[in-house]
């Protein structure tokens, strides 16, 4: 019996990768028949399109093509890695090579020559009812005509849609609709952002867990980081109120516990909300974020993934904080705070240290459900309007507040 043995090949790039191809409406009994051709993307810099493969095979009768992108490549290529063996049969040596597979479907020949710009593309469903309709069997025509049978027209269902629109536009009015649909989207915006919340708890610190802020594998990542929070001198601590920008942490470094979990706590608390207030004074975030403050790597991934967004600029992927996500930032502080605070959070100090305006501050702790109130900074008699900061507190039940919308002035005829 021969025997052979295997060879690794070198590391390859895309473009040499093996190919599998697979053919959708059945098995091509000449394969030698068929020409292969392989397109690959012009754009090189995109990272996401410069691995795009277009694979087209051609025969006398039929052209097949495939593709390793859009919705209808194969999800395999990218759960699993294919190799191929390659057996010289000189050397007996096996060589093996890396593969992606792509999935043939046919095309018709003038297919999208013949169409005209005003024609509506049909789906691969309803190709494939046009071709039980013209070449089905009996059974399948049958089918076919049932499921039409059971169908709205696109058509009739458009006219009462349009109907019944019309109808509670001449009941309602059109600006009272409008006024509904903005309170709506606001909501619903302020929503996507918000903590996760569990509105049915019995005690206040279970609405907006802190676990689900801060999970006990973050707490045992930030022990050394908050530790160093601790040990900073009172002079440290005023530094860092005169620079600005970490008010609310000040705040609470200065009246931390005198020991025990309780202290830990805070200090993990503390720097995690340092974290989340340096990285709302910023727009574009780079990988470093968080590293010479001492940031975990665990945590300072957490708060990459949760409050950037991805965006394409110069040929590379970055990572910046969007208006969206800074309204984000500004919930999920205001939800620490509130477990620092004992369910109290000072919305004026959290506006100093955001670069929001004190009106979102307040629009945030309002979809939050919050109890909004007026204290004196000091306790002095005499304290200004100015001294004044707004507090939020977390009492239930929770608050409903009515969503302000802008007023609009009606032009009076003369």
């Given at each position: 019996?021969a025997?052979?043995?295997?060879?690794?090949?070198?590391?390859q790039?895309?473009?040499?990768?093996?190919?599998?191809?697979?053919?959708?409406?059945g098995?091509?009994?000449?394969?030698?028949?068929?020409?292969?051709?392989?397109?690959?993307?012009?754009?090189?810099?995109?990272?996401?399109k410069?691995?795009?493969?277009?694979?087209?095979?051609?025969?006398a009768?039929?052209?097949?093509?495939?593709?390793?992108?859009?919705?209808?490549s194969?999800k395999?290529?990218?759960?699993?890695?294919?190799?191929?063996?390659?057996?010289?049969?000189?050397?007996?040596?096996m060589?093996?090579?890396?593969a992606?597979?792509f999935?043939m479907?046919?095309?018709?020949?003038?297919?999208?020559?013949t169409?005209?710009?005003?024609?509506?593309?049909?789906?691969?469903?309803?190709?494939?009812?046009s071709?039980?309709?013209?070449?089905?069997?009996?059974?399948?025509?049958?089918?076919?005509?049932?499921?039409?049978?059971n169908?709205?027209g696109?058509e009739?269902?458009?006219?009462?849609?349009?109907?019944a629109?019309?109808s509670?536009?001449d009941e309602?009015?059109?600006e009272?609709?409008q006024?509904?649909?903005?309170?709506?989207?606001?909501?619903?915006?302020?929503a996507?952002?918000?903590?996760?919340?569990?509105?049915?708890?019995?005690?206040?610190?279970?609405?907006?867990?802190?676990?689900?802020?801060l999970?006990p594998?973050?707490?045992?990542?930030?022990?050394?980081?908050?530790?160093?929070m601790t040990?900073?001198?009172p002079e440290e601590l005023?530094?860092?109120k005169?620079?600005?920008?970490?008010?609310?942490v000040?705040?609470?470094?200065e009246?931390?516990?005198?020991?025990g979990?309780?202290?830990?706590?805070?200090?993990?608390c503390?720097?995690?909300?340092?974290?989340?207030?340096?990285?709302?004074?910023q727009?574009?975030?780079?990988?470093?974020?968080?590293?010479?403050?001492?940031?975990?790597?665990i945590?300072?991934t957490?708060?990459?993934?949760t409050?950037?967004?991805?965006?394409?600029?110069?040929?590379?992927?970055q990572?910046?904080v969007?208006t969206?996500?800074?309204?984000?930032?500004t919930?999920?502080?205001?939800?620490?705070l509130?477990?620092?605070?004992?369910?109290?959070?000072?919305?004026?100090l959290?506006?100093?240290?955001l670069?929001?305006?004190?009106?979102?501050?307040?629009?945030?702790a309002?979809s939050?459900?919050l109890t909004?109130?007026k204290?004196?900074?000091?306790?002095?008699?005499?304290?200004?309007?100015?001294?004044?900061?707004?507090?939020?507190?977390?009492?239930?039940?929770?608050?409903?507040?009515?969503?302000?919308?802008?007023?609009r002035?009606?032009?009076?005829?003369?």
């Amino acid at each position: 019996m021969a025997t052979c043995s295997l060879v690794c090949c070198e590391q390859q790039s895309d473009s040499d990768k093996a190919v599998i191809v697979r053919f959708s409406n059945g098995i091509v009994q000449k394969a030698d028949k068929l020409d292969f051709f392989m397109y690959r993307s012009v754009d090189e810099v995109n990272p996401r399109k410069k691995p795009r493969r277009i694979m087209v095979a051609e025969s006398a009768r039929m052209s097949y093509v495939g593709q390793n992108f859009g919705l209808s490549s194969l999800k395999c290529n990218h759960l699993c890695k294919y190799y191929v063996g390659v057996l010289n049969k000189q050397t007996m040596q096996m060589e093996v090579h890396s593969a992606q597979m792509f999935n043939m479907q046919p095309v018709v020949p003038g297919e999208t020559a013949t169409a005209k710009p005003n024609d509506t593309v049909l789906t691969h469903k309803e190709k494939v009812d046009s071709l039980i309709e013209a070449f089905g069997t009996n059974k399948q025509k049958r089918a076919l005509s049932s499921r039409r049978l059971n169908q709205v027209g696109n058509e009739t269902l458009n006219q009462a849609v349009a109907k019944a629109a019309n109808s509670v536009i001449d009941e309602k009015g059109l600006e009272a609709l409008q006024q509904e649909v903005a309170q709506t989207e606001s909501l619903a915006d302020f929503a996507l952002h918000l903590p996760p919340c569990n509105a049915d708890a019995d005690t206040p610190e279970n609405v907006y867990p802190l676990d689900e802020l801060l999970s006990p594998v973050d707490f045992k990542a930030l022990e050394q980081a908050g530790s160093k929070m601790t040990e900073l001198s009172p002079e440290e601590l005023q530094t860092m109120k005169d620079s600005g920008g970490l008010g609310s942490v000040v705040k609470h470094l200065e009246t931390m516990p005198s020991g025990g979990e309780a202290r830990d706590k805070m200090a993990g608390c503390a720097f995690y909300l340092s974290m989340l207030i340096k990285l709302s004074q910023q727009k574009n975030i780079t990988r470093k974020f968080g590293l010479e403050e001492g940031c975990p790597r665990i945590v300072q991934t957490k708060i990459i993934r949760t409050f950037t967004v991805e965006t394409f600029n110069n040929g590379r992927v970055q990572n910046m904080v969007s208006t969206s996500m800074r309204t984000k930032l500004t919930a999920y502080c205001l939800a620490l705070l509130l477990h620092m605070g004992h369910m109290t959070a000072d919305l004026t100090l959290l506006h100093r240290d955001l670069p929001i305006s004190e009106a979102s501050v307040v629009e945030v702790a309002r979809s939050m459900g919050l109890t909004l109130e007026k204290k004196p900074r000091g306790r002095k008699s005499g304290a200004s309007l100015q001294d004044e900061h707004k507090h939020a507190s977390l009492v239930l039940p929770l608050v409903r507040h009515k969503q302000l919308l802008p007023n609009r002035k009606r032009k009076k005829m003369s």
